[in-house]
């Protein structure tokens, strides 16, 4: 099994900066696909972004691409999003998930799909005002 624990949402103004961490336990990394997803109110969740553990490609939706990346700290089993030059319409529920049948690098359209994923983070809540 595999735990992942998120922090660092919170509310921030338009223009400003947050980062995310979700540190994971229960297993190693080696074989994992990480991602972040966004959920705001009354909208499907949506892809953000994603890294591949080993090799550390990065998979990045185009509505955030350009001011959030995406990273980890292999040592601490630590997953990253550094959010800057944040809108409004990043105001959701952010969450981190494990794809722990990651076993070879795919397509965009694999990581970017929620359902290949086997864990999930409880989800923390950013709010950009405006």
């Known amino acids: 099994q595999v735990q992942l624990v998120e922090s660092g949402g919170g509310l921030v103004q338009a223009g400003g900066s947050l980062r995310l961490s979700c540190a994971a336990s229960?297993?190693?990394?080696?074989?994992?696909?990480l991602g972040w997803f966004r959920q705001a109110p009354g909208k499907e969740r949506a892809f953000v972004a994603a890294i591949v553990w080993s090799g550390g490609s990065t998979y990045i939706a185009d509505s955030v691409k350009g001011r959030f990346t995406i990273s980890r700290d292999n040592a601490k089993n630590t997953l990253y999003l550094q959010m800057n030059s944040l809108k409004p319409e990043d105001t959701a529920v952010y969450y981190c998930?494990?794809?722990?049948?990651?076993?070879?690098?795919?397509?965009?359209?694999?990581?970017?799909?929620?359902?290949?994923?086997?864990?999930w983070g409880q989800g923390t809540q950013v709010t950009v005002s405006s």
């Open positions: 998930a494990a794809d722990v049948h990651a076993r070879s690098l795919h397509t965009f359209t694999y990581y970017a799909d929620s359902r290949w994923y086997d864990y």
């Open positions: 229960g297993r190693t990394f080696s074989n994992y696909a």
